[in-house]
């Protein structure tokens, strides 16, 4: 398999909820939710990095859709890094998802390996890093 991943999709349980902690908590570009005359189809794509988007989709559709029975969320099972250039952008993002009302589940602090990160949930539980590692160059 050639490695060209251009979709990220979130689960969530409120779709509305979850699109404006991702567009006006956190700034995230959108259309908003498409595909509301199609049922179990509602959806939000969001603009990341050149290539690559993010989506959130009802947990009740995606279970739908992949015939498979919904379970219990569990946040360990997968995280998101969003790497920044500096300890100061790590803070700042941090504060901003904790104003858009994240739930701080680890401070931003030094780390063993030399960057400095913190963890933050989304309204769906889903875990964030933000993390700055000095031996990787971001593109902002």
Same mark, same amino acid.
């Given at each position: 398999?050639?490695?060209?991943?251009?979709?990220?999709?979130?689960?969530?349980?409120?779709?509305?909820?979850?699109?404006?902690?991702?567009?006006?908590?956190?700034?995230? =570009? $959108?259309?908003?939710? !498409? /595909?509301?005359?199609?049922? %179990?189809?509602?959806?939000?794509?969001?603009?990341?990095q050149s290539g690559l988007k993010l989506a959130i989709w009802q947990r009740k559709d995606i279970a739908h859709d992949t015939s498979l029975n919904q379970t219990p969320?569990? =946040? $360990?099972?997968?995280? !998101? /890094?969003?790497?920044?250039? %500096?300890?100061?952008?790590?803070?700042?993002?941090?504060?901003?998802?904790?104003?858009?009302?994240?739930?701080?589940?680890?401070?931003?602090?030094?780390?063993?390996?030399?960057?400095?990160?913190?963890?933050?949930?989304?309204?769906?539980?889903?875990?964030?890093?933000?993390?700055?590692?000095?031996?990787?160059?971001?593109?902002?």
């Amino acid at each position: 398999m050639k490695p060209q991943i251009s979709v990220l999709t979130l689960g969530v349980d409120d779709l509305e909820r979850s699109l404006n902690f991702y567009k006006d908590g956190l700034g995230l =570009p $959108t259309k908003g939710i !498409i /595909g509301r005359e199609f049922e %179990s189809g509602a959806v939000a794509f969001f603009d990341l990095q050149s290539g690559l988007k993010l989506a959130i989709w009802q947990r009740k559709d995606i279970a739908h859709d992949t015939s498979l029975n919904q379970t219990p969320k569990s =946040p $360990t099972e997968f995280t !998101i /890094g969003h790497n920044v250039g %500096s300890k100061e952008d790590v803070d700042s993002v941090m504060e901003e998802a904790r104003k858009a009302g994240a739930i701080i589940t680890v401070h931003a602090h030094d780390t063993f390996w030399g960057g400095y990160s913190g963890y933050f949930q989304d309204p769906d539980g889903h875990l964030w890093e933000v993390v700055w590692n000095p031996a990787w160059e971001t593109t902002e």
